[in-house]
């Protein structure tokens, strides 16, 4: 089934190719955020410039809560690059389905400080209606007219791989010929501090403290952002006539209980990625590009290593690897949809993005053959993983057009 | 398309834990509403709610571990998949092969709760590890899956699908089912009572002060619960050829949104009406082949009139004829686990041949005028059953259960 | 504060929260029927009157201001101002 559009914002800018411009500069979103009513200091790659209306024009922002705004505009973008029109939404019901590993956390968490502090009398009424974990998903289907199957999906970190899963069954099972797929989060002090507190983040005390499969991380930094595709099945696509980005030929998912050793979660990671290469009928040795979510995660990343080196054997270091989340962070449920995005871009582009991590002579990703350099590269069939630190994995095969 | 059966049931609610002692409750028409006790209610308006006092004697299917460590929806979500897997009569599962798929509205609130009680008392350096690993609501699946050995059908998930999570969670499981990712899934739905929804259903002039009255004339709102149910799905040549116990076949569902408002449904009804015609066009059936509905019907006024617009639009004449109940009228709104619980009172309703009552139900109201079996249980037969669900944010489901005909 | 005022300030939180243009929003339109603000926006701004005014009124109070001229009139009963 084919990927006909594509819609992001993210810290790096809005559209692929410029996102893959500043990956390819090597430059990152991760720095150092200060809440100076917290007396905090906390790594991170938020967004720096969001102005919903840039996307969205004159209307009424009011119910929306900055997640709801950043699963709207990206899904604009989406629906623009795949052609959808307003009045087709308006005669042929869309279906929508949304990763996101908190969604609200900062709503539902202010929403119930001010009613401690006020008095449930004060508590809004609209306010609540955020603080739902699908409140994003809702506010995108009204935004968007979407009256088709609306569905929230929550699995952590790789929410945004899972809706995509999902929308891929329901079309293959014939339920859908036509998708909106997201991914968001959004970054806030409370779930920052949060992993912090957890050992999950860094506390960015040593330079290299972030460094995907560096020797010295500490954790990873917490991004936001949203990622859509719209995915559509072959005949849809042929009917509409839509340009087709890439398509995704298998899926594969799986879990495997956070405490477990580095060594079952691989395996686990491994088989959700030997059920789409199988189902995708790739072999692994036709894979031209992986991409991993590695991000700074002191077991996490142990773990993508060792899947990296199990799945490309001694071809480690010939083929291209891609890191996103040295730059995003770890944007948690939309990391998937940017992962498959880059992945698309870099096919066009035929330009991987340099690992700069491997610059500082950081002995784990010299291993893994990471290019400290932008690198050129031209494939067919890519592979996206991704490990998340609940102990859910997920595996995407995308086929690139020629 | 392969067939999928319901083979077992768990219920954990505010009538009794277990289809053994919630089904005769429900029958009789008890009534679950209380003063609420898990925190203070002084500042609100309204008082009363349908809380879990105690899990009683099925404490048992929760180890001291697991009631120590575990949040209080995972807790309830565990107790019903432990009763719906004893119903179901599965005496071991391939960890491979058996998936959980659950649906929530708040997830584990009281660790929201927890941050701003750290917060506001200044000791939040003291939130440790437990935010990030209790709240993030998928971590609910992943107890259940951790604890139950069930990995399959590419791993638990959650879909936080608010109102119509229980319902969302049986499609989901159908649908692996069919495409033969996993062979036995465990699906439904779970929520906790807490302060943050009480407050936000207060704050929406949406709780009414002594009862839930669904369709009645006076009805002044819903009465927030909690609980969780879990119905155990299987393809019918796999239940068959383990001589399962069959409670009925998932017919078909209807999903469809609303695209309106983030609480209040469209005036007319339309994505109502759009779920039912789906799922009766996926089931193949008439609406007048539907025995029984299970109703949302939350007893706020403006869900039990639309409700019953779009009934009318689907059954036409037919709508006068089919009874419908609201199992909410004596335990109240329990959220994310609502439809579950009622997707197991369908099957219930067609094992036994009785349909559940509306409590309740004093004044008919004149704009709600269709049979909903008031405040006595009766005697039928059941061979199809329609449920119902619509969520915050637009999502409506509707999901038809049938009897299982060999 | 006197009653102009008191208007003002309300009709300054009703164009907030329906999205309107003060020369829109007469003393006496009815905010829902002639403003079409949704009921759960009614509310809100009920509250942050209520709020804002430190009048703490009660879920029939609220539910009755249903124009700038009746919500500044419960005020002003409420903080006996001077008309």
């Known amino acids: 089934m084919a990927i006909t559009g594509v819609g992001l914002i993210t810290a790096l800018g809005d559209q692929p190719s410029e996102v893959h411009r500043v990956r390819c500069e090597g430059r990152s979103a991760v720095r150092v955020l200060d809440f100076p009513e917290r007396d905090a200091k906390l790594l991170g790659a938020s967004l720096t410039d969001f102005d919903a209306r840039r996307y969205l024009g004159d209307g009424n922002l009011r119910p929306l809560n900055h997640v709801g705004q950043l699963a709207i505009s990206a899904s604009q973008g989406a629906l623009e690059t795949a052609g959808v029109s307003r009045e087709e939404r308006d005669v042929h019901e869309m279906d929508l389905v949304l990763g996101t590993m908190f969604c609200s956390a900062h709503t539902i968490t202010q929403f119930d400080r001010k009613a401690q502090i006020s008095g449930p009398k004060y508590a809004m009424p609209l306010e609540f209606a955020n603080t739902v974990i699908n409140a994003a998903s809702g506010q995108t289907a009204i935004w968007h007219n979407l009256r088709g199957t609306t569905m929230t999906i929550s699995a952590g970190t790789v929410s945004g791989l899972r809706a995509l899963e999902y929308a891929a069954r329901r079309i293959a099972l014939g339920w859908s010929d036509q998708f909106l797929v997201g991914g968001v989060d959004e970054h806030c002090f409370e779930t920052s501090w949060a992993f912090q507190q957890s050992g999950h983040a860094s506390d960015g005390s040593e330079e290299a403290s972030v460094t995907p499969f560096g020797t010295s991380r500490r954790g990873f930094a917490p991004g936001e952002g949203a990622g859509f595709l719209v995915l559509e099945s072959g005949a849809s696509a042929r009917r509409r006539g839509s340009t087709i980005l890439g398509t995704v030929l298998g899926w594969g998912s799986g879990y495997c209980p956070a405490h477990e050793s580095e060594t079952l979660r691989a395996a686990t990671a491994l088989e959700a990625i030997a059920t789409a290469l199988s189902m995708a009928d790739c072999e692994a040795a036709r894979i031209g590009y992986l991409s991993c979510s590695a991000n700074g995660s002191i077991k996490g990343d142990e773990i993508e290593a060792r899947v990296l080196r199990e799945v490309l054997g001694d071809r480690l270091g010939k083929v291209p690897v891609a890191v996103p989340a040295e730059s995003f962070g770890n944007a948690l449920a939309p990391s998937g949809i940017f992962q498959a995005v880059e992945a698309l871009e870099t096919a066009r582009q035929g330009v991987l993005p340099p690992f700069y991590g491997a610059r500082n002579g950081n002995l784990g990703a010299a291993e893994l053959g990471l290019s400290p350099e932008p690198m050129e590269c031209a494939f067919d069939r890519a592979l996206v993983f991704s490990c998340g630190l609940d102990g859910s994995v997920s595996a995407v095969v995308l086929g690139i057009n020629s | 398309m392969q067939q999928v059966v319901v083979t077992g049931l768990g219920v954990v609610t505010p009538l009794g834990h277990g289809a053994d002692v919630f089904w005769p409750a429900v029958l009789r028409g008890e009534s679950a509403f209380a003063e609420v006790s898990s925190f203070d209610t002084t500042k609100y308006r309204i008082h009363r709610g349908a809380e879990i006092a105690t899990l009683g004697a099925r404490d048992k299917y929760l180890s001291e571990e697991e009631a120590a460590s575990m949040g209080r929806t995972a807790q309830f979500a565990l107790v019903a998949a432990r009763l719906g897997l004893r119903d179901s009569g599965l005496s071991s599962l391939d960890p491979g092969r058996t998936g959980v798929v659950m649906g929530t509205t708040s997830g584990e609130p009281s660790e929201i709760e927890r941050f701003n009680d750290l917060d506001l008392s200044g000791d939040l350096d003291q939130i440790g590890g437990r935010f990030i690993s209790h709240y993030p609501c998928n971590h609910i699946p992943g107890q259940l899956a951790t604890r139950l050995k069930a990995f399959g059908g590419g791993g638990p998930v959650m879909l936080p699908v608010a109102c119509a999570a229980g319902n969302c969670a049986i499609t989901y499981a159908a649908d692996l089912l069919q495409l033969g990712e996993a062979d036995v899934m465990l699906a439904g739905g779970a929520d906790s009572f807490s302060r943050i929804t009480f407050t936000g259903f207060a704050g929406l002039m949406a709780i009414a002060p002594e009862r839930c009255q669904p369709f009645d004339l006076n009805r002044k709102g819903m009465m927030p619960g909690e609980g969780a149910a879990f119905l155990v799905l299987e393809r019918a040549e796999h239940a068959l050829k383990r001589g399962a116990k069959i409670y009925a076949e998932v017919a078909g569902y209807g999903l469809s949104c609303d695209a309106f408002h983030m609480t209040g449904g469209d005036r007319e009804g339309k994505g109502a009406v759009r779920a039912m015609e789906k799922a009766l066009e996926r089931s193949r059936l008439n609406s007048e082949e539907i025995d029984y509905i299970s109703a949302h019907g939350t007893g706020t006024k403006s869900n039990d009139l639309h409700e019953t617009i779009a009934v009318k639009k689907v059954f036409g004449e037919a709508a006068r004829k089919v009874p419908m109940s609201s199992v909410k009228s004596m335990f109240g709104h329990t959220m994310g686990a609502a439809s579950a619980i009622e997707a197991a009172v369908c099957c219930l309703t067609i094992e036994h041949g009785v349909v559940p009552p509306t409590m309740n139900l004093e004044n008919p109201d004149p704009e709600c005028d269709l049979d909903y079996v008031p405040n006595e249980s009766r005697e039928q037969t059941v061979d199809v059953a329609m449920s119902n669900a619509y969520a915050f944010g637009g999502t409506n489901a509707s999901l038809i259960l049938r009897r299982w005909l060999s | ?83």
């Open chain 3, 1 to 83: 504060m006197k009653k102009e005022a008191l208007k003002q300030r309300i009709r300054e939180i009703v164009c907030e929260y329906g999205q309107l243009q003060p020369d829109e929003v007469g003393d006496d339109a009815n905010l829902h029927t002639d403003l079409g603000i949704d009921s759960l926006s009614l509310l809100e701004i009920a509250l942050r009157v209520d709020q804002e005014f430190e009048t703490d009124f009660s879920e029939e109070e609220l539910l009755k201001m249903s124009s700038v001229s009746a919500a500044a009139a419960l005020v002003a009963n409420q903080l006996a101002v001077e008309a």
